[in-house]
């Protein structure tokens, strides 16, 4: 018997068993639930069949990856967690305090120095590179401001330049990156708003990414870049140590060259006592948050050391017998640093997407730890070489960034919420700085341990 025009009703969605196709095995659609009478259930949606941590393809940006979501909660969360760093600068009374007058006093002084045509002159704080005077004089592009709030006004620009640039490196991620900056750097609270050290960052961060692309255009504007940056704080040119061999690093370090050394003939001419600068810096000793530091601080919290702090070159430092034998093997072992970069660097035989941004944060760890300043502000490099690292799936360094998180806390809790203690020598100052420096030492080996067996060391 035929019918015409007649077409088989599609079963209904709640039609028991016989009625329509039974789900094929493994399609996602979940088995009907018995009722305690007896009667089925209708099914689970898909969704709520199983956890997500079931999945292979599981990561923690699972939960947000909902059109808009991710951004719009990224961007909330910076504007909330600055608010706060902000108030608390205006306030500027936790723990010791006077966070803000390395800006509205020594930054505005050095800015009248410049306004004069010279840098700095016979000056031991200043100790940083000609470059640097580009940052402390920006403020003039907001002359409706006091040189205060425009030196942080253009902080926060350069921050959300950063959160911007690492949002967009990692948009199909959903952006672990971006939250490990945007999350890490209230851990130091409103220290980074009151240093320059967010400006430079942001040059080694755009360094980065664009050496991640791949026109020979975006390598010779991120060689540009850490030049810029190696000529403001000296540390950005790492940037640049895990470049692919060949014509990425032939384009991004010739770019790099050429920019510092156009950049310094322009400041020299423009300005006098260039580079005073390096009297100042080849003075400096040990500092107290140093590595070596904490050493001697826990030698004098036993009674084993009679040496004393004291506030030279614009720091505290320790002065005592022995200090300058520490001060040497801290520069010994900065250059076994650097000759181990090196090795890596003539040995390694594997080149990923993420190398260039791994071997960044490892050798500014490797330099950082081995120093004879650990200032606080430090670890805002860090944290941004570590969000670097996480825009990219190939990236080795995700436990480092982790422990980067709470050594960035315990930054915190030692300055300036615990500075007196350690200026003092008492036990909650130093445990809390040695701990700091204990993870941060941690984290080079680490770093520099998956950096060697990722690129250089036989996969089998």
């Known amino acids: 018997m035929t019918t015409h025009g007649h077409r088989t009703p599609p079963p209904s969605p709640d039609a028991g068993p016989g009625h329509g196709a039974a789900p094929e095995p493994g399609d996602g659609t979940a088995p009907s639930r018995p009722s305690p009478g007896g009667t089925p259930l209708p099914a689970c949606p898909p969704a709520l069949t199983a956890s997500p941590f079931e999945s292979d393809t599981f990561t923690a940006a699972t939960f947000v990856r909902v059109g808009r979501g991710p951004l719009l909660a990224l961007g909330t969360v910076w504007l909330l967690t600055r608010a706060g760093m902000l108030l608390l600068l205006l306030r500027d009374s936790l723990g010791i305090g006077g966070v803000g007058r390395e800006v509205s006093v020594l930054y505005q002084y050095w800015y009248g120095q410049f306004a004069h045509g010279t840098f700095p002159v016979n000056d031991v704080t ?212 650097f000759g181990w970069l090196l090795i890596w660097r003539l040995r390694a035989v594997r080149w990923t997407a993420a190398t260039p941004l791994d071997a960044a944060l490892a050798a500014v760890l490797l330099f950082t730890v081995t120093s004879r300043v650990i200032s606080p502000q430090y670890m805002i490099w860090l944290l941004g070489l570590a969000a670097v690292c996480l825009t990219s799936r190939a990236t080795v360094m995700r436990p480092v960034a982790l422990l980067l998180l709470p050594a960035a806390a315990l930054s915190s809790l030692a300055y300036p919420i615990l500075y007196q203690d350690l200026l003092t020598g008492s036990w909650p100052g130093v445990a809390v700085v040695a701990l700091r420096n204990a993870t941060l030492f941690a984290a080079a080996l680490l770093a520099a341990r998956r950096l060697w067996t990722s690129t250089v060391a036989d996969p089998s």
């Open 126 to 337: 200043w100790q940083y590179p000609p470059g640097a005077g580009l940052v402390i004089v920006s403020p003039a592009v907001l002359p409706w401001l006091t040189y205060f709030q425009a030196f942080v006004a253009l902080t926060l620009l350069a921050d959300a330049v950063v959160t911007a640039a690492l949002a967009r490196a990692d948009s199909r991620r959903v952006t672990h990156g971006a939250w490990i900056w945007v999350c890490g750097l209230p851990l130091l609270l409103h220290l980074p708003l009151a240093r320059y050290d967010v400006q430079v960052t942001a040059l080694a961060v755009l360094s980065l990414l664009a050496l991640t692309a791949r026109s020979a255009t975006a390598h010779r504007l991120g060689g540009a870049l850490a030049g810029i940056g190696a000529l403001v704080k000296v540390w950005p040119a790492l940037a640049l140590i895990g470049t692919p061999r060949g014509r990425t690093t032939r384009d991004a370090w010739v770019a790099a060259g050429v920019t510092a050394a156009a950049l310094l003939a322009t400041l020299a001419l423009c300005f006098s006592n260039s580079f005073d600068f390096l009297r100042q810096q080849g003075s400096r000793g040990v500092q107290i948050e140093s590595l070596g530091g904490t050493a001697l601080a826990l030698s004098q919290a036993t009674g084993l050391w009679p040496g004393q702090v004291q506030y030279r070159y614009g720091a505290f430092e320790y002065v005592g017998p022995y200090v300058s034998s520490v001060g040497r093997i801290a520069l010994l072992l900065t250059v076994v640093a």
